[in-house]
Structure formats: structure tokens, C-alpha cells
């Protein structure tokens, strides 16, 4: 980077923490150090205020859009540790066999783009210079958290995951096997695809026995499963057939990187693919930082 060679190190806290951090930037005279920092995203605009009443410090606010995509393409260049960024999942299905394959994103365009945060936002890509954002959902990792909260008491992101790697959401969900006795053959549905979401919880009985995690699963299960389809059918209307899944949703999220990696072949026939990426959420501030370094060059 600009002829240095090093380490970035990424740092993360929920927003709700964003008090804690200003008082530490002011303790530690941040401010002596630097006056602006570089910022991107919502937060960027929404905490400015405080940011130079508390900490003396003025944001320096740079498009999200922008930056998530200057940082995806940035850090799959350079790699890690002389490894490839960018992987895919093969049989994804099968805990035993399941593994990472290596993927070079050396030419990567077009490709699709699927940031997951609180929402989720799908971008398409043609080259470094020419993109657009294709659509988005408010379902994303937001909603996930907050059923969970919900129906299953948990208070971190970190413990809604460890409830749904536990559950069985087959508990919750009507599958097409309980409407038609097995798989749907006229429209290729096989029997333990989703029929209905929650379905199960029309009755009584099951709503008696399920259990908080089997909730946990089958809400992480819904929303995985509806951003994957939402970005199949941007794949195909868009005429692309690479998926590239990122954002902080997927951090230490393997059963959503499964479900995605799987739903998205199945469903289309072997034609699309989807990729991942390591160091998931942090594409935007990378971004930023390439930003700063690109106006002072």
C-alpha cells in the first residue's frame, strides 16, 4: 500500500458502544494524532455531531458504496499470508466432506455482490469504475438478531448463533414432504424444502415442544434462505453467474455460508456459484482508508 508493506489489523463494537469509544478517543488525545478520520457508511453521518463535540475529531465521509467495493477488490488482490481471500464451499451439505475451495478473483467481472448487515444491500459489478445497486431487503442480520431477542431471550449476536447451531428447524418449519408426503416431482420440489416458514407453529402441539434453539434455526434459516433466493433471481436478471456474499451477518455464521452456497447451486441448476470472502465485514473501512490514500497521493 503506497509502497509499504505490513499488517491491517481490524477492530470491531457494536454501535451501542460507539460512547465508549468516543470517551477513549478523547482520553488518549486522539485528536493531537489526527484531526479527521475517514468514515463510511450511515454511522458516518449520524454520529458526527458526536464525534467532534466529544473527541475533537471532524469525519471525513466517503460513500459506502464506493468503499465496500474499492475494499472487496483491494484485499482479494493482496491476499493473506500468500492466501487467496475469495473461497467457495464444496458439498456444503455434508459436515465431513464439506470444505473451503481457493478462488481467484484475479478477473472477477461481472459479478454480483451481497453485502449482509443489518440489511442487505445486492450490487452488481462490471468493472472497478461501473456498478449499481440492484435492490436490497430490511431482511438481513438485524432481523435475525432481533426475532431472536424475541422468541428466544438471547442478548448477543454471538448467542443467537451458538442457540441455532443447536436447533432443528425442521421443528418449526412445514416442509413440502409434511403437505405432500415427499418430494413434489412436477416442480422438482424435493420433500425437506421449506414449504412454509414457521409453518409448524400453527399447531399447538409443536408450538408445546419446540425448543428456544430450534427457533434460533429456523429464523436464521428463513432469512438466509430469502436473501439467497432474493440474489438468484438478481443473478439471473442481471445475466451473471458468480455470487460474491459479504458482511459482518456472516462472521462466525457457517450455517448461513452452507445454507447459501448450497441453495444457490441446487436451485439453479449448477449455473450459479456462490463465493465468500475471509476478513467479511471490514471491506468498507478498507475502502476508506484507499480513499484517504488516493486524495493525498
Not at 125 to 154: A, E, I, M, P
Request: charge should be neutral.
Amino acid at each position: 500500500m503506497r509502497g509499504r508493506k505490513g499488517n491491517l489489523h481490524f477492530i470491531r463494537f457494536p454501535t451501542h458502544d460507539l460512547p465508549v469509544f468516543l470517551q477513549m478517543a478523547q482520553q488518549k488525545h486522539f485528536s493531537s494524532l489526527h484531526t479527521s478520520l475517514c468514515a463510511t457508511g450511515g454511522g458516518a453521518y449520524k454520529f458526527e455531531g458526536d464525534f467532534m463535540t466529544v473527541s475533537g475529531l471532524e469525519l471525513w465521509k466517503l460513500d459506502e458504496i464506493d468503499c465496500l467495493i474499492k475494499g472487496v477488490l483491494f484485499i482479494d488482490s493482496v491476499g493473506f499470508n500468500g492466501q487467496s481471500q475469495c473461497f467457495s464451499l464444496e458439498n456444503p451439505k455434508d459436515p465431513e466432506r464439506c470444505q473451503k475451495i481457493p478462488y481467484n478473483l484475479e478477473n472477477p467481472y461481472p459479478l454480483l455482490l451481497v453485502n449482509i448487515g443489518s440489511g442487505v444491500s445486492i450490487l452488481a459489478v462490471y468493472s472497478k469504475d461501473n456498478y449499481k445497486r440492484v435492490t436490497g431487503t430490511s431482511l438481513g442480520g438485524g432481523t435475525f438478531f432481533g426475532l431472536c431477542c424475541l422468541l428466544t431471550g438471547c442478548s448477543t449476536f454471538e448467542e443467537a448463533l451458538e442457540m441455532a447451531s443447536l436447533g432443528d428447524s425442521t421443528n418449526v418449519d412445514k416442509l413440502v414432504r409434511d403437505i405432500y408426503g415427499g418430494d413434489y416431482e412436477r416442480f422438482g420440489l424435493p420433500g425437506y424444502a421449506v414449504a412454509s416458514s414457521f409453518g409448524n407453529m400453527m399447531s399447538k402441539e409443536k408450538r408445546d415442544s419446540v425448543s428456544k434453539e430450534d427457533l434460533a434455526r429456523a429464523t436464521l434459516v428463513t432469512i438466509t434462505n430469502n436473501i439467497g433466493s432474493i440474489a438468484r433471481m438478481c443473478a439471473v436478471n442481471e445475466n451473471i453467474n458468480r455470487v460474491v456474499f459479504v458482511g459482518n451477518f456472516l462472521r462466525i455464521n457457517t450455517i448461513s455460508t452452507k445454507l447459501l452456497a448450497y441453495a444457490l447451486e441446487y436451485w439453479s441448476k449448477g449455473q450459479l456459484k456462490a463465493f465468500f470472502l475471509e476478513h467479511e465485514g471490514y471491506f468498507g473501512a478498507v475502502g476508506a482508508l484507499l480513499e484517504l490514500l488516493t486524495t493525498i497521493t
